[in-house]
C-alpha cells in the first residue's frame, strides 16, 4: 500500500522596511509547533496548480495579488520526517513585495509579523532552512538580474537603489562604481521628478519597462 502524502506550498515574502531586509512571518495557533513562527503557506487543493496555490497564499495574508509582485518558484522540500503530521512534500515560493503593506494573520495563525531575515526566531517545521535558502537565492538573483528593483516603490532615488542592494548583500558598495555602472546598464531612465530633502534633491528614476531583466549585476558590484 503506498503512503499517503500530502503537498503545502509555502511562500518566503520578502520587503525592504525599516532600512533591513525583513520577511512576513506567522504565528502558529494550532499544533504542531503551537506558537512558534512560520512561513505563510497551506495545503495544496486538488483543484488548483502550485502556482495558484502561492499566489493565493500571498493574496490571503498581504492582500496583494500574485501578478502585480515578483514571485517564482524556490525549492521542493521533502525530508521524510520534515512535519511530524505525516509525509508533507512542500514547494517553497519567494516572493519580492515594496513596502509598506498591511499584514493579517490567516485563519490557522495567532499573528503576522515582519521581521528582520538577519535575526530570526527559532521556526516551526524545517523553515529556518528554507529561509536560509531563500536568501541565498535572492542574493544570487540580485548579482545577475534587476530583480533588487521588486523590492523598491515605483520612483526612487539612486541613493534608495544603491541601499536595496547593499541591505540584500550584506556589504557597502562604492558609490561613484555603484551609479556609473547601473547608469551604463540602462534598465533604468529618469522620471522627470525630484525629491526634495535637507541638501540637494534627489532625480527620482524608474525602472524601464523595456529593459532587460538578465543585467549581470555582480558586474555592477565588483
Not at 525599516?18 to 513562527?37: H, I, M
Not at 497564499?57 to 505525516?86: C, S
Not at 532625480?203 to 538578465?214: G, I, Q, S, T
Amino acid at each position: 500500500m503506498r503512503p499517503e502524502i500530502s503537498v503545502t506550498v509555502d511562500i518566503v515574502i520578502f520587503t525592504l522596511r525599516e532600512s533591513d531586509l525583513q520577511v512576513l512571518l506567522v504565528k502558529r495557533r494550532n499544533s504542531p509547533f503551537e506558537g512558534r513562527w512560520a512561513i505563510p503557506g497551506g495545503y495544496v487543493e486538488a483543484d488548483e496548480s502550485l502556482e495558484n496555490a502561492a499566489m493565493r497564499e500571498l493574496n490571503e495574508e498581504t492582500g496583494v495579488q500574485g501578478d502585480a509582485v515578483h514571485i517564482e518558484q524556490l525549492f521542493t522540500f521533502g525530508e521524510p520526517k520534515r512535519d511530524p503530521r505525516g509525509r508533507v512534500i512542500t514547494v517553497a515560493y519567494f516572493a519580492l513585495v515594496p513596502a509598506p503593506l498591511a499584514v493579517q494573520a490567516g485563519d490557522d495563525a495567532a499573528e503576522a509579523q515582519w521581521q528582520s531575515v538577519y535575526n530570526l526566531p527559532e521556526m516551526a517545521f524545517d523553515h529556518n532552512q528554507i529561509l536560509n535558502y531563500a536568501l541565498k537565492r535572492l542574493r544570487y538573483k540580485i548579482e545577475y538580474s534587476a530583480v533588487g528593483f521588486q523590492l523598491l516603490p515605483s520612483a526612487f532615488s539612486l541613493s534608495d537603489l544603491q541601499e536595496a542592494y547593499e541591505i540584500v548583500l550584506g556589504e557597502s558598495l562604492d558609490k561613484r562604481n555603484f551609479r556609473r555602472r547601473i547608469l551604463q546598464a540602462k534598465v533604468i531612465e529618469e522620471t522627470g521628478t525630484v525629491r526634495t530633502h535637507e541638501g540637494r534633491p534627489a532625480k527620482l528614476y524608474r525602472f524601464r519597462d523595456d529593459a532587460v531583466a538578465e543585467v549581470k549585476a555582480r558586474r555592477l558590484f565588483p
